[in-house]
Structures are given as C-alpha cells and as structure tokens.
C-alpha cells in the first residue's frame, strides 16, 4: 500500500472559505427547519437588475455565444469596463489591458500568480477577506500582517506599512473600501500609502469591488488615479458581483499592464478558458448601463447600516465602529471573551460565534477568518426585517454574558 499523501501539500494547507462554511451551515440548519438568520455571506439580497436578466436572456439565443470565445473576455465587454473604469476612476487604460475572469476571485488568484515568485512578500492589511491567503499562499509568495483595529477605524498608516518592508517585499495589497471591516481610506491616506508604494519599487494589487458601495459623504478614491507615479505597477481587480447584485454570474475582471494582463491571460487559457458567454453579456449590460439600480440598493444598505451599527453598540461588551463603505460591519466582542454565556466560557471569538449560532441561531463570521481573532464580521446585505431580528436575539443572548 502506497504511504505517499493522496492530496498534494500545496492543496491540503488551503483552508476552506470561512464565510461561505458559516453560510453553508445556516442554510442547513434553515432547511431542518430551524429560524436561522445569516449574516455570513456577502450577498446583496436583491435580484439582478431586469434590464441585466434580459441582456443575458437575449444572449442564450445568438449562436455566436454558443461557441468558444477568447479566452481574455468578449472584446466588446473589454472595451466597455476599459470605459466603465475611466468613468468611475478617472483611470484610462485599453481594453487590451483587461482580462474578464470567472468572478473576482479569480482575478485575485490570477494577480498574485502572475506577479510572484516563491517566497515574494506581500503585505495585507488585517483584517483581510478569508481569499487573500490562500491565492498568496498557492503563488508560492508569504504573506506579512499589517494588523489594524477599532482605534484607527481598521486603517493602515505608512509608518505601519514601512515597519513591515522588508527587503523581500514586492505587493502591497490596498483594499478600499474593506471587506470586512467596511474602512474607507481618503484621498490624502490613499494618496500617502501609494506614494511610499512607488518610491519603495513595489507593486500594488488593489481590489475595487466594493466602489459604489460608500455611505454618509465618504468618497471611494482609486489608488491608480490617485497616485499616477506608480506607473505601470498597478493591478486593479473589479466584477459585478457586489454593485450589480450579480453574485451568481462570475464575471470578475483584472486591469494591468499590458504584459501582466497578457501572462494572466495565458494561465487563464488553460485554467478555465473563457467566461460563461451569457454571463459575460449580462456583465456588458451591467457596465454600460447607468447607476440608478446602484443607487437604490446602496440607499437600502445605508439605512440598513446605521441601524445595525446602533443596535449593536446598544450592547454591552461590544464596540462596533461605523463602516465607511462595503455592506459589512466588524464589531469587537473582546469583552465578551471568557464570560460565563448559558453554562458555557468560550475562550474565543469562534467559540463564541458557534454559541451563539447553536442558541440563539443566529449566524456571524468570527474574526479568526480574517486574521484578527476578538471580532465578528455581520453582513447587513439582507432584508430589514431579518436584520433587526437577528441582531435582537444577539442582543438578547449576550446579555445574559456575566
């Protein structure tokens, strides 16, 4: 019998995404018949735009679209979020410059691929999505912690970022807004960080997905734009999947440099091929269309927003910062730790997550999946009604915490 492992080293060290597990486990729990609420995913709760739904229906009766396409993207969708991004940016790049992925998360895997060499550093600010790890880590490059918390509204300063640099360094990973702390860097900061990025030689890799998504004033600022002198050493990941209420469709896509876009492509050509052809022409719609849907949604989740922030500052032990952008928020728990809650002490931020999901059925992710343990990341992307339920039965629960 063969003593050699059946699953690779590379494949077994990759984790399981946290947030889709917890949202796995609710939609279980909801099937057997259990009142879960979930504020796992980040998923919009609304549906596709009909204007979008119709774009893509109209596509799955045109032959062309039945075939292969180029494996880059439809040209016709390239050139359109080559223009998308100059009208929302203020970034100007070709459409040669684009690659259309399966969803963003393809994009992040594909980035950090391209870019890194076996033991490359990368910095990430945490907390960081659950994803970030493990692309950097299947790259072969080592991820170096730039912690934040509560006392600076989860930002990263320079002098942070410079303490981390080492002289393996090579990405600067800058998200903004944040999953899943919903920190907003501002123009000043945005510009700062990328001036210390270019005068130190390193690339950026800066996920976009979350632009339209700021509330009360705040305004997304693109580090690209921001920061000309960083040159060709920027790489932009984006989709549709968060403005457009598309998380169904997996249309991501990559901005680079023209050599970066063209490897990425080629790993791409053997990895997946194109994109789903109709998913791709609902994505066209998305981006050519205005922002109107955009807006209604994000008026929703700005109420939605303000009132989770409130009823959960309203419990005792737990401190939730106002989140500036994205559909999430991040509440510390750390007073919470330890405390005796139904007979029970948990010793964790996880522990305490799966107390509360077994009593009071009620699902958040806990801060262990995005690097800082002491926390829970609630999405507020849901209906009003379920929202104000869920965290009333937080609230009643962890009252009971002595």
Known sequence: MSTRPRISTRIS?????????????????????????????GEPD?????????????????PRFHKYTPAGGLPEL??????????????????????????????????????LDPDDEVLVIAPYWTTY??????????????????????????????????????VLLF?????????????EQTEAIGRWAAANDLWVVTDEIYEHLVYGGTEFTSIATA?????????????????????????GWLIGPSDVVKAATN?????????????????????????????????????????????LNEIPGVLCPEPKGAFYVYPSVKELIGKELRGRRPQSSAELAELILEE??????????????GYFRLSYALGDDDLAEGVSRLAKLLAEAH
């Open 78 to 115: 390239k050139k359109a979020i080559a223009a998308k991004t100059l009208r929302d940016s203020g970034y100007q790049v070709e459409a040669s410059q684009v690659l259309v992925t399966n969803g963003g998360k393809q994009a992040v895997y594909q980035a950090f691929a391209t870019l």
């Open 13 to 41: 060290a990759i984790s399981e995404s946290a947030t889709l597990a917890v949202d796995a486990k609710a939609k279980a729990m909801k099937a057997a018949g259990r009142p879960v609420i979930g504020f796992g995913a």
């Open 360 to 373: 009071a059925e009620v699902a958040v992710v806990p801060g262990e999946a995005f690097g800082t343990p």
């Open 227 to 251: 920061v000309p002198e960083l040159g060709d050493r920027v790489v932009i990941l984006n989709g549709v999947a968060k403005t457009y209420a598309m998380t169904g469709w997996r249309v």
């Open 267 to 311: 790993l791409q050509s053997h990895a997946t091929s194109n994109v789903s052809n109709v998913s791709q022409m609902a994505a066209l719609a998305a981006v050519s269309g205005d922002l109107s849907a955009v807006a209604e949604m994000r008026e929703a989740f700005d109420r939605r927003r303000q009132t989770m922030v409130r009823m």
């Open 133 to 170: 790890p493990e692309a950097i880590k299947l790259a072969g490059g080592v991820q170096v912690d730039v912690v934040t918390d509560e006392t600076t509204g989860y930002l990263a300063s320079v002098e942070q970022l410079e303490a981390a640099r080492t002289e393996r360094t090579k």
């Open 175 to 187: 998200v903004s807004p944040s999953n899943p702390t919903g920190a907003v860097y501002s123009r």
């Open 46 to 62: 609304f549906p596709t735009p009909d204007y979008i739904v119709e774009a893509a229906v109209a596509a799955t009766h045109d």
